[in-house]
């Protein structure tokens, strides 16, 4: 009886200290982001607060101005961000409408469809792909996609920036997030219970059948918490989109072959020369790319929420 009440005693204290160390991690992990994010908030609002002197002359950025504002940087203290929130949300809705669907059906094709080689195959190849470092993704796009397109512009007639455009960064954002989606919809479609696929087998549905109306459904949940995924990274991107956008100072813009701007690209670009108000300035940008991807993760959450709800 006596063993029984230490051990007892001793699986207590081993869970009281499971309990406080990874009560201690996360507490830690949570305090850098509040940190992190109280910091980029403190200096975002400072160009807001705070008189600057450019070439001789004392210049504050307006708030109203900042967040209305169709051009960027065609003043001593004229920032305008708008229309970089706009054309960062067109890119990605652009590569979300390529990328969702290759990767949903990607992720079938592996789990349902292909033989057991090369479904490991091809699991691997897209494992390696989402690993692949934003910098190759970003030369790829500048060498090659941008090549490409700059050479189908002026066989239709149309004047390109080197080939940097929209439609560059979308094809090179697409590929970026695609290997995330696929993962993701690949674990969840091997979640499907076996027993709902047999039983749409059994009632005389197809493979392909249940493959779209029991598989798929079945993991909408999970591929949407995919899709959630890769739409923070191609919000978050930088260095890839930085090479391949052009960088234009107005906006918004929304033909495939001009040149565009993104929330990220405006952080990046020049970070490291700027000083001063041109400094502290994309600090701002920083914080409305926070808000952006903080709202963004709401409402795909709600709609997630909403979609595993359907059908049950």
């Given at each position: 009886?006596d ?7 001793h699986?207590k ?10 009560l ?176 749409s ?14 598989c ?97």
């Amino acid at each position: 009886m006596d063993g029984l009440e230490k051990n007892i005693k001793h699986k207590k204290i081993t869970d009281l200290i499971s309990k406080i160390a990874f009560l201690t991690i996360t507490t830690i992990c949570a305090s850098v982001i509040v940190v992190i994010v109280a910091i980029i908030a403190i200096r975002g609002f400072t160009p807001f607060f705070t008189d600057y002197v450019v070439d001789g002359e004392t210049v504050r950025v307006n708030f109203f101005d900042f967040l209305t504002g169709l051009s960027w940087e065609r003043g001593s203290a004229d920032y305008g961000v708008l229309f970089i929130f706009i054309d960062t949300l067109y890119i990605t809705f652009l590569s979300l409408l390529i990328s969702v669907p290759i990767s949903i059906l990607t992720a079938l094709f592996i789990v349902r469809i292909a033989p057991k080689w090369l479904s490991n195959i091809l699991n691997v190849s897209v494992e390696l792909l989402s690993s692949v470092p934003s910098i190759i993704f970003g030369l790829f796009g500048a060498g090659i996609i941008a090549v490409i397109i700059r050479d189908i512009g002026s066989l239709i007639g149309i004047q390109t920036a080197g080939g940097l455009s929209i439609l560059t960064t979308v094809i090179v954002l697409s590929m970026m997030i695609m290997p995330t989606i696929t993962m993701v919809s690949v674990t969840s479609l091997k979640a499907v219970k076996p027993e709902l696929i047999n039983g749409s087998l059994a009632l005389g549905a197809s493979k392909t059948q249940t493959d779209f109306k029991i598989c798929l459904t079945s993991a909408k949940s999970g591929i949407m918490g995919g899709v959630i995924l890769g739409v923070g990274r191609a919000l978050g991107e930088a260095t890839a989109v930085t090479m391949v956008c052009g960088n234009i100072d107005v906006g918004p813009t929304f033909g495939l072959f001009e040149t565009t701007r993104t929330l990220t690209s405006t952080m990046l670009s020049g970070f490291h020369e700027a000083s001063g108000v041109t400094y502290d300035i994309r600090f701002s940008v920083g914080v409305v790319l926070i808000i952006l991807i903080l709202v963004t993760n709401i409402i795909l959450n709600f709609v997630k929420k909403r979609i595993g709800k359907m059908g049950n």
